[in-house]
């Protein structure tokens, strides 16, 4: 079965602070790995992909992500986290042949002042 | 930018009642899915539609729901006879290509409430 775990419901940093939001996937095959944000009642906005190539894919608002093969693991980063990157943070699989997105169960991150 | 356009934004209906939910996905795109949200949580895969017909659904999606893309434009969800488990944000979102390696895009979402 395909799935993808992210172990942490709450993620807190300081501002300024390098920040990392973990996420493991389940997937025969090479998937295609992807992080989404979505801000308090609004919708799910595409951060970056990983589809192949450099393990470290850089994406939206200074965010990357490093895939880790042997780890089956694709980490959230960001160098210096702002206030304004308080949201709810989802990782998703695509399975190789295509189909759904199937997502993680979300992490909250607070940055705090 | 082109976005995901979703209608109502917020709806209350009666237990046993049906419900419409509308999406216009983006112009250009050939593949439309309906995703929920329940109180924050998990985003679950409810169904894809492609070609006019559904491709994949979960076991979410019963008798009680279907789809249909009456139009060029619009992708609808109807839930025949509303639950109070129904209540729950339901997202919209459509591809370029399925096989892609393409990310999805969503719409701000419709909120559900059944009373």
């Known amino acids: 079965a395909q799935s993808v775990a992210q172990p942490e419901d709450q993620v807190n940093v300081a501002e300024g602070n390098p920040l990392t939001v973990k996420c493991t996937y389940s997937?025969?095959?090479?998937?295609?790995l992807f992080w989404y944000v979505q801000y308090p009642n609004r919708g799910l906005q595409f951060l970056l992909k990983?589809?192949?190539?450099?393990?470290l894919v850089k994406g939206s608002y200074g965010f990357e992500a490093e895939f880790n093969k042997s780890q089956t693991s694709f980490h959230l980063k960001k160098p210096s986290a702002l206030v304004s990157d308080s949201a709810l943070y989802f990782c998703?699989?695509?399975?190789?042949?295509?189909?759904?997105?199937?997502f993680g169960q979300g992490t909250e991150l607070s940055v705090k002042p | 930018e082109p976005e995901v356009t979703q209608t109502p934004s917020h709806q209350v209906t009666q237990m046993g009642q049906e419900v419409i939910l509308r999406c216009v996905p983006i112009?250009?795109?050939?593949?439309f899915y309906w995703y929920r949200q329940i109180l924050g949580q998990k985003v679950e895969f409810l169904v894809s539609?492609?070609?006019?017909?559904?491709?994949?659904k979960s076991e979410i999606f019963d008798d009680q729901f279907s789809v249909e893309r009456p139009d060029g434009s619009n992708f609808t969800l109807k839930i025949r006879s509303t639950k109070l488990e129904d209540s729950a944000m339901y997202f919209c979102?459509?591809?370029?290509?399925?096989?892609?390696?393409?990310?999805?895009?969503f719409g701000e979402g419709s909120r559900l409430t059944v009373l």
């Open positions: 990983y589809i192949t190539g450099d393990n």
């Open positions: 998703a699989v695509r399975p190789p042949r295509g189909g759904k997105l199937i």
């Open positions: 112009s250009n795109h050939l593949y």
């Open positions: 979102a459509s591809g370029f290509r399925d096989r892609d390696t393409g990310e999805l895009f």
């Open positions: 539609f492609y070609n006019n017909e559904i491709s994949e």
């Open positions: 997937v025969s095959g090479n998937p295609y």
